[in-house]
């Protein structure tokens, strides 16, 4: 078993999930974690998820995926991003659909090797 971590206000919670998606997401950027949270406290996280900005109860998190990993900036008061986050997550903003599809289409994209014409076909369809 792994050692116990004690969440504070302003960790950002790093998940690697089980799913497909959460496969392809790690697979495309090369990295062991898939989604991020921020911690709002010590029980509850803010997140992008399918129904937009919402906070989510971290112990529910951490039961659905694979493992987490916190990190922690040392020696910053975060109270003032935390309140950011918060009330982000108050107004009930949306979660930017399109734009993630474009970010998918370029992470993906990104290292395929091109020259010349296909590279400038590829740039102008993203564009």
Do not use: C
Request: charged residues 25%.
């Amino acid at each position: 078993m792994g050692e116990e971590i004690e969440i504070k206000a302003g960790d950002v919670l790093l998940f690697h999930g089980r799913g497909f998606i959460s496969w392809g997401i790690r697979k495309f950027d090369s990295t062991d974690v898939n989604h991020a949270a921020i911690a709002l406290d010590s029980a509850t996280m803010g997140e992008a998820g399918g129904r937009g900005l919402q906070g989510t109860p971290i112990e529910k998190a951490v039961a659905s995926n694979a493992h987490m990993k916190v990190r922690r900036h040392n020696d910053e008061e975060l109270a003032p991003v935390v309140s950011v986050a918060q009330t982000y997550l108050d107004q009930g903003r949306p979660y930017a659909y399109q734009q993630i599809v474009l970010l998918a289409l370029l992470v993906s994209t990104r290292k395929i090797k091109l020259t010349g014409t296909a590279k400038k076909m590829l740039r102008s369809i993203l564009d």
